[in-house]
């Protein structure tokens, strides 16, 4: 059976830092890019960051960048995502998501939603 679950999320102050988990089972997830979305109420699903299978490369969206940090265990089939210097934009409920290694991987793909696995999301609130 496939799972990807998040964990991780909660409520913190604007400046503070929370580490999200993303542990996956039921596929080779060596063989896998990991993603993490985020999606606030009345707005669309935003790719905020992926790590390659081999965590040889990432990806940030502008507005986390110098804030947070993907990191992929293979070994524990988990990927983290530290968030430092959080601020109320970043309130979301928070998804991990997993597609195939592709032959030729480029950033650009990450924030693509064509993901072949995802999770059911933790919630991410930063108080004002």
């Known amino acids: 059976e496939v799972q990807v679950v998040e964990s991780g999320g909660g409520l913190v102050q604007t400046g503070g830092s929370l580490r999200l988990s993303c542990a996956a089972s039921?596929?080779?997830?060596?063989?896998?890019?990991i993603g993490w979305f985020r999606q606030a109420p009345g707005k669309e699903r935003e790719g905020v960051s992926c790590i390659s299978s081999s965590a040889y490369s990432t990806y940030y969206t502008d507005s986390v960048k110098g804030r947070f940090t993907i990191s992929r265990d293979n070994a524990k089939n988990t990927v983290y995502l530290q968030m430092n210097s959080l601020k109320p934009e970043d309130t979301a409920v928070y998804y991990c998501?997993?597609?195939?290694?592709?032959?030729?991987?480029?950033?650009?793909?990450?924030?693509?939603?064509?993901?072949?696995?995802w999770g059911q999301g933790t919630q991410v609130t930063v108080s004002s």
């Open positions: 039921g596929f080779t997830f060596d063989d896998y890019v």
């Open positions: 998501a997993a597609k195939a290694r592709p032959r030729f991987w480029y950033s650009y793909m990450c924030p693509i939603p064509q993901y072949d696995y």
